[in-house]
């Protein structure tokens, strides 16, 4: 009994729960890599994502936005339950959304001379700053929370879409100035 005791406090602990891996969408698109990567900026300039990295020869765009509430924390949460699941962080201890953070990654990876692979992958944070401390003498500090809250492929969908709209536009476009001919 003593061995078998021994035995399983020397085993390997599970460790603490791993953040839900992002959503990911992906695109196979007939048209080379330089017009899917423009495509992919003219998109992203009509969102309010905001670029923080951009490397061509990787062929990866990060993106980054926050939504914060700002009298009202009911409309952020519905927002929020549209495009994630919210449950998984109540259960983890989310009690108020204060505000969620996204950040975004665009994958554009050539696979032949007329095709590439757009994909897109999301993080959503939810941040919840309803606990506060007071540290004497009386001075308040807010304690922000993180929580990773699982998406549910809307966003991803939605940039996805955008991108292969800018792509099918533009060609439509040419053919229809007569810059491109029908075959």
Same mark, same amino acid.
């Given at each position: 009994? $003593? ?22 969408? !992906? ?26 990295? %951009?490397?061509? &020869?990787?062929? &990866? ?23 994630? %699941? ?14 969620? !953070?996204? %950040? ?11 095709? &590439?692979? $757009? ?5 959503? &944070? ?14 308040? !500090? ?5 929580? %990773? ?12 879409? !955008? ?21």
């Amino acid at each position: 009994m $003593l061995a078998l005791f021994l035995a399983s406090s020397c085993m390997p602990s599970a460790g603490p729960e791993r953040p839900e891996v992002s959503h990911r969408q !992906q695109k196979l698109i007939r048209a080379d890599f330089g017009e899917v990567w423009r495509a992919a900026h003219d998109a992203i300039a009509n969102t309010p994502l905001r670029v923080t990295e %951009d490397d061509e &020869t990787e062929g &990866t765009i990060h993106l980054w936005a926050r939504k914060t509430a700002r009298s009202r924390s009911d409309a952020l949460e519905r927002e929020l339950v549209r495009i994630a %699941d919210v449950e998984k962080a109540r259960r983890l201890g989310l009690a108020r959304l204060s505000e969620y !953070q996204l %950040d975004y990654t665009v994958g554009v990876a050539r696979l032949g001379e007329q095709e &590439t692979r $757009l994909e897109v992958s999301t993080r959503i &944070t939810a941040v919840d700053r309803s606990e506060v401390i007071v540290i004497p003498p009386g001075i308040a !500090q807010v304690i922000p929370r993180n929580f %990773d809250v699982p998406s549910r492929g809307i966003l991803e969908h939605e940039l996805v879409s !955008q991108i292969a709209e800018r792509l099918f536009l533009s060609e439509e476009m040419l053919y229809s100035l007569g810059v491109l001919g029908r075959e």
